[in-house]
């Protein structure tokens, strides 16, 4: 089994994940208490009247051939209106999906960028207060919740130290010209994505340090060394090179958990970004939102999965030629 | 909390101590002397051990409920805190019940003043004022009240009281604070016509009644205009009588007046001057209950799930491991979200959640040991002996994978806890229930920012981090003893 079939069965998973996500989203709304056409219809409505909302809006269909109807549109991103604003979700999504993107590329460029950085100074020299910081780092983030020590942060440099802006995406109203508006956004993203930052490359340098220790006691090292080779040399050339592969399948491996946390870093910041948009939508029953909200969030979280299969087949030989490691 | 990078420190972290000798002795003693020597698992287990005594005796630490309000004013700091020089000076609570032997009473016209025993009401001041002779009679009482304060927030006043009097008296009572520069701030005034029962005035300096006494806008602030100096303040009590045929009987029980505190207990107040450490020892009751039982609960469905797959395999095999795949690939906590909406607020609901999408780890290390335990002879055998597929998988393979079991249970408890934390931080969470998450929700929500309160984020956050570190300190000392497999080759 190739590669080919590796990615075929790996792409036939997500999809049946997708298919599952959708089925569930399909059978929960239907399961919810309530009559749906009693949000639009007016008790005063004659029944004929009332007959003909539930054709328009298919609810006398047999369930199958709903649920053709609603993967349908998901299909095409039609997610309905919003009961709350009555705007269409989709173009309500659309309008956040930039700011979680900016948020989320930048907190996960630097916090992958430093910890790999770090994990690696930290194995070079062995017993130095990097390493100590390191492992310290790592615990510290595994301890401390996420949105705890957001929120301190936010206390502290929002509130008590006035430097940065305790909420939003940008000034309102917004600076006038580009490069200022520019440096308004970035002046925002600064605490959301510094603290992902730091609660985040602890476990990216542990990870790195402890690849990278296993790498340099290989013999191949050694004899790199007894080659004469500088420490540099060895160090990037050698060492690095063999621990690219699993700390790249980590890149991808975490973009889901980034997603999701995106939820509460966004509601902490009020930040106008698609993970608080989820939640201020269930605060408010409001369906249809939530629904779109939940649906675009899994669908990142399958792609990026698929993505670390892909890659992790890519580099891992062992996948690429046989195939069976799932 | 990126499920990949908790996988890979899984695979770090249990690395340590490299002293350990394999397991000379095993059964209950054996796994606790081994225990005992891996310090960070004695640090853990001391950690925990704190947090059940707190939760376990949380009613005889604090004095209140969660659910008390109002025992100090909103947002009071911590006591200790006086020892900052931003909270010297800051008023405790002051509860005082005037005893009717300490009005002292100072201007006298047609009246006498006694005291009596009333129902229910301790002993009361009887003041009585004859206006049918002159046309009209008053008394003036004073109580000294010491007050080396900071302005408060908020005052309260209660006067309790009773006039008998002829049809054609009018009587009016007025309460006044007399400030240490001798200003009077008429704080109440009422006039009776004729007699009235008895009453009590309940007076809040929050009131816009209090505010038009004092000839105060909406906006403005009465206790800080009253009581803006230090020293000793009067509280005084006028009543006068005129246009009367006939003697007026006052009667005025223990008059309360409360100054809500803006420094209160080990650690201050919300919003709603609720106490914050019974907030916290209540909210640890939960943590614990929650953790444990989610964790229990979504060990057992892994524990089942793995051992059914692993032992049967096949087209079984397939499908449970399959499911399990579509479990970790749905984002958790939106999908959280989304469900505890659904069922609705209540914490059994939050931890059957959580366990329903947390068992998955737990299937797949279980499925994989009971793949290598049963090609041993013991299972072949048993089967040879007719033993039954529930029969191996509980008696036999049940107890091998057992060790397993128990570490991931533990290393899943802080899961379960971040997990409601989370969610009750979200607004989702319990609505009745004093959780450490609700804690940090409704500071978030209600003004511990603004304020600056840092002793309503602090507590609970810290509290969670150190439960989290403790149960993840004892999950790597028990994989440690139970699991070598897991332990560093030296």
């Known amino acids: 089994m190739g590669y080919r079939t590796y990615l075929l069965r790996r792409a036939f998973y997500a999809l049946i994940v997708l298919f599952v996500i959708l089925s569930f989203n399909f059978a929960l709304f239907r399961l919810m208490p309530g009559d749906p056409t009693s949000l639009i219809i007016d008790p005063r409505f004659t029944p004929e009247a009332k007959a003909l909302l539930e054709k328009q809006f298919g609810l006398n269909d047999h369930p199958i051939v709903q649920y053709g109807k609603y993967l349908w549109s998901l299909l095409r991103f039609d997610l309905g209106r919003s009961f709350a604003s009555q705007r269409p979700v989709r173009q309500e999504l659309m309008e956040r999906l930039p700011n979680t993107i900016s948020l989320f590329l930048t907190s996960f460029v630097f916090m992958a960028g430093i910890g790999i950085a770090i994990g690696v100074f930290a194995a070079a020299r062995r017993g130095s207060f990097t390493e100590t910081f390191v492992t310290g780092a790592g615990l510290f983030t595994y301890a401390v919740p996420t949105f705890f020590f957001q929120l301190l942060l936010l206390m502290l440099f929002g509130y008590y130290i006035r430097i940065f802006p305790i909420h939003g995406t940008v000034s309102a109203p917004p600076p006038e010209g580009f490069w200022p508006q520019v440096l308004d956004r970035l002046h925002h993203l600064v605490l959301p994505a510094g603290s992902n930052v730091i609660i985040g490359f602890g476990s990216w340098a542990l990870y790195t340090r402890n690849a990278m220790l296993e790498a340099l006691s290989q013999d191949y090292i050694i004899t790199a060394r007894a080659k004469g080779l500088s420490q540099r040399a060895v160090l990037y050339r050698h060492a690095l090179r063999s621990v690219l592969p699993p700390i790249v399948t980590l890149v991808f491996l975490s973009l889901p958990g980034l997603v999701t946390g995106a939820v509460i870093t966004e509601t902490i910041f009020s930040w106008h970004g698609v993970g608080r948009y989820l939640i201020d939508a269930v605060l408010k029953q409001d369906f249809p939102a939530a629904q779109g909200a939940f649906y675009l969030i899994a669908i990142a979280v399958i792609v990026s999965n698929f993505l670390a299969d892909l890659v992790y087949g890519l580099v891992d030989p062992r996948i690429r030629v046989a195939g069976e490691q799932a | ?490």
């Open chain 2, 1 to 490: 909390m990126s499920q990949a990078l908790t996988a890979s420190k899984a695979e770090v972290s249990p690395r340590g101590s490299k002293t350990g000798r394999m397991r000379s002795r095993s059964g209950f003693l054996g796994f606790w002397s081994q225990f005992f020597r891996r310090p960070y698992g004695v640090v853990g287990l001391a950690l925990l051990a704190v947090y059940v005594i707190l939760a376990v005796a949380a009613p005889w630490l604090t004095p209140y409920r969660p659910s008390d309000t109002f025992l100090a004013d909103r947002l009071a700091a911590p006591s200790w805190a006086g020892i900052f020089p931003r909270f010297r000076g800051v008023p405790p609570t002051k509860r005082l019940v005037i005893p009717a032997s300490d009005w002292k009473a100072t201007g006298l016209v047609a009246a006498t003043v006694t005291r009596q025993k009333v129902e229910n009401n301790g002993e009361a001041t009887v003041i009585n004022l004859s206006p049918e002779a002159t046309g009209s009679a008053s008394a003036d009482l004073s109580w000294t009240l010491s007050y080396p304060y900071d302005p408060p927030k908020t005052f309260e006043v209660n006067i309790p009281y009773a006039v008998e009097a002829p049809w054609d008296a009018s009587t009016s009572l007025s309460f006044k604070v007399v400030d240490p520069s001798g200003t009077e701030h008429v704080v109440w005034e009422k006039t009776v016509y004729g007699s009235s029962d008895w009453k009590t005035q309940k007076l809040d300096s929050r009131d816009y009644t209090v505010k038009m006494a004092l000839g105060l806008s909406f906006f403005d602030d009465p206790a800080q205009v009253v009581f803006a100096e230090r020293g000793d303040y009067h509280l005084a009590l006028h009543v006068e009588s005129s246009g009367g045929s006939a003697p007026v009987r006052v009667t005025v029980g223990e008059v309360g007046f409360n100054v809500l505190g803006l420094l209160h207990g080990i650690l201050g107040t919300d919003h709603m001057g609720a106490d914050l450490w019974t907030q916290l020892l209540y909210g640890a009751r939960i943590s614990l209950i929650i953790g444990i039982v989610a964790a229990i609960m979504a060990v057992a469905i892994g524990t089942a799930i793995g051992l059914i797959s692993g032992y049967m395999g096949g087209a079984v095999d397939e499908f449970l491991m399959r499911m399990a795949d579509v479990f970790l690939s749905v984002p958790t906590l939106p999908i959280l979200i989304i469900l505890s909406a659904f069922f609705g607020k209540n914490l059994g609901n939050i931890i059957i959640l959580v366990a329903a999408f947390a068992w998955m780890g737990t299937a797949r290390v279980v499925r994989s040991q009971t793949l290598s335990l049963k090609q041993r002879a013991f299972v072949e055998s048993a089967r040879a002996a007719g033993a039954s597929d529930g029969y191996i998988m509980v008696t036999h393979l049940l107890p091998n994978v057992f060790p397993l079991v128990v570490a991931n249970a533990v290393l899943m408890m802080p899961v379960a806890i971040l997990y409601e934390a989370s969610l009750s931080f979200l607004g989702l969470g319990d609505p009745r229930i004093p959780t450490w998450g609700r804690m940090l929700q409704n500071a978030r929500a209600f003004g511990a920012f603004t304020e600056f309160a840092w002793w309503w984020l602090i507590p609970p956050g810290l509290a969670i981090t150190l439960l989290s570190l403790s149960f993840t300190l004892i999950g790597n000392a028990v994989n440690e003893v139970l699991n070598p497999r897991y332990r560093e080759r030296a």
